[in-house]
């Protein structure tokens, strides 16, 4: 999953260089470039998992 900058979206970072950065150099946020969606199933399912399995 690529993260980009909230103040300049054409470079990208990689989830491990975002969360090891924890800000862009320009001072801006790490977003996603998309948010995945979970169909519904998952969340009804949520109760019957562990937390190492939701993880």
């Known amino acids: ?26 001072k801006g946020l790490y977003m996603p470039e998309r948010i995945p969606v979970f169909p519904n199933s998952f969340f009804h399912s949520l109760h019957e998992r562990s937390f190492q399995e939701i993880a």
């Open 1 to 26: 999953m690529k993260f980009y900058s909230t103040n300049n979206r054409s470079q990208t970072v990689s989830f491990r260089e975002a969360i090891i950065q924890g800000l862009a150099p320009d």
